[in-house]
């Protein structure tokens, strides 16, 4: 997959690894440390995970799965969120088809205290988008409201990013 | 449950089956568990169906057209029991009436065993695919059809 680097490559892997620290200290400095990288293969591999994300929205068009019928405005708008996503430089969700027509989309990141908390968002269509966050092992959500368009939806994503300085992921992967 | 069910009945034990899409966000494929998006109502719908394991003839009933899918489970009583323990926690605000009831239909094969769980607000559906629901051996669904995974390996 396009975000994983050759593992013979030190340099590439030094120059992820840089990325990721720069990811800890916040949004500010990954954007400095992107915008820097040295080796331009480190931003087309990760560029490579928004293309992929955009064309498996794309292909749920074709109603691939049985007893799903995409709505076309939740597959143009997710698509639209996708290019938000690329253009801030912000981590790629989980992507999947809803029952109900939309667009799923998932982020899981470790938080200060160590809990795992969760944003999940399904685009229906433009002006509605369901969206809740909370800790993974609480009961309920600490959100849950609707959003009226991608551009609310990037906003809450940033919000939520500034509270939880590093994805669960690259933490297991330190581990 | 001892008689046979009449339609509109409350089910209130028995084992049920859910069918799991070979989606992302249905199936949690590196956890091997149903996922997010598993429970949720088709559009227009207000609950979900499951199917009574007694007048089935196994989990291949549930799933016979829908190729790619998986099949999970779960009791009856873990799932009121679950409901019940969200209602009674006050931090939860949830306090809605959540009801199986067996409504028969006439579709082949798994229509004689459909029952509907409705309503199915989004902290039940948490609560069937983080604690309630397990996979049923045997019948994982395939390899996910759509979706995306930034995390998995091609």
Same mark, same amino acid.
């Given at each position: 997959?396009?975000?994983?680097?050759?593992?013979?490559?030190?340099?590439?892997?030094?120059?992820?690894?840089?990325?990721?620290?720069?990811?800890?200290?916040?949004?500010?400095?990954?954007?400095?440390?992107?915008?820097?990288?040295?080796? +331009?293969?480190?931003?087309?591999?990760?560029?490579?995970?928004?293309?992929?994300?955009?064309?498996?929205?794309?292909?749920?068009?074709?109603?691939?799965?049985?007893?799903?019928?995409?709505? +076309?405005?939740?597959?143009?708008?997710?698509?639209?969120?996708? *290019?938000?996503?690329?253009?801030?430089?912000?981590?790629?969700?989980?992507?999947?088809?809803?029952?109900?027509?939309?667009?799923?989309? *998932?982020?899981?990141?470790?938080?200060?205290?160590?809990?795992?908390?969760?944003?999940?968002?399904?685009?229906?269509?433009?002006?509605?988008?369901?969206?809740?966050?909370?800790?993974?092992?609480?009961?309920?959500?600490?959100?849950?409201?609707?959003?009226?368009?991608? +551009?609310?939806?990037?906003?809450?994503?940033?919000?939520?990013? *500034?509270?939880?300085?590093?994805?669960?992921?690259?933490?297991?992967?330190?581990? | 449950?001892?008689?046979?069910?009449?339609?509109?009945?409350?089910?209130?034990?028995?084992?049920?089956?859910?069918? $799991?899409?070979?989606?992302?966000?249905?199936?949690?494929?590196?956890?091997?568990?149903?996922? &997010?998006? !598993?429970?949720?109502?088709? &559009?227009?719908?207000?609950?979900?169906?499951?199917?009574?394991?007694?007048?089935?003839?196994?989990?291949?009933?549930?799933?016979?057209?829908?190729?790619?899918?998986?099949?999970?489970?779960?009791? !009856? @009583?873990?799932?009121? /029991?679950?409901?019940?323990?969200?209602?009674?926690?006050?931090?939860? &605000?949830?306090?809605?009436?959540?009801?199986?009831?067996?409504?028969?239909?006439?579709?082949?094969? &798994?229509?004689?065993?459909?029952?509907?769980? @409705?309503?199915?607000?989004?902290? $039940?559906?948490?609560?069937?695919?983080?604690? $309630? /629901?397990?996979?049923?051996?045997?019948?994982?669904?395939?390899?996910? !059809?759509?979706?995306?995974?930034?995390?998995?390996?091609?």
């Amino acid at each position: 997959m396009g975000n994983r680097l050759p593992a013979d490559d030190p340099a590439l892997g030094a120059a992820l690894m840089r990325l990721m620290n720069a990811l800890k200290r916040g949004a500010e400095a990954f954007r400095d440390e992107w915008n820097s990288a040295a080796d +331009k293969r480190v931003q087309l591999g990760m560029a490579d995970l928004y293309d992929k994300a955009a064309l498996a929205i794309d292909q749920m068009r074709k109603g691939m799965a049985p007893r799903f019928v995409m709505d +076309k405005g939740a597959i143009q708008a997710a698509t639209d969120f996708i *290019s938000m996503l690329r253009t801030h430089h912000m981590r790629v969700p989980k992507i999947g088809p809803s029952p109900d027509g939309g667009v799923g989309m *998932s982020w899981v990141f470790g938080t200060r205290e160590g809990r795992p908390f969760e944003i999940d968002a399904v685009v229906l269509d433009w002006n509605t988008i369901e969206y809740r966050e909370g800790f993974a092992d609480a009961d309920g959500f600490t959100v849950d409201t609707i959003l009226r368009s991608t +551009k609310e939806l990037q906003q809450r994503l940033l919000e939520a990013l *500034s509270q939880n300085a590093q994805p669960a992921s690259d933490r297991q992967r330190e581990q | 449950m001892a008689a046979a069910p009449q339609p509109g009945d409350l089910v209130i034990d028995g084992l049920l089956y859910r069918w $799991v899409p070979n989606t992302d966000l249905s199936f949690d494929y590196q956890e091997n568990k149903p996922s &997010k998006l !598993a429970f949720r109502p088709d &559009k227009g719908e207000s609950g979900i169906s499951v199917f009574l394991v007694a007048l089935l003839n196994g989990p291949g009933d549930v799933v016979y057209d829908l190729p790619g899918y998986g099949v999970c489970e779960f009791t !009856a @009583q873990q799932f009121l /029991a679950e409901v019940r323990r969200l209602r009674e926690r006050k931090d939860n &605000k949830f306090d809605q009436d959540v009801t199986i009831h067996y409504e028969p239909t006439p579709q082949p094969v &798994k229509g004689r065993a459909h029952c509907y769980i @409705q309503p199915m607000p989004a902290i $039940v559906q948490k609560a069937l695919y983080k604690r $309630v /629901a397990t996979m049923t051996p045997g019948f994982p669904p395939a390899p996910a !059809a759509a979706g995306f995974d930034p995390e998995r390996d091609p």
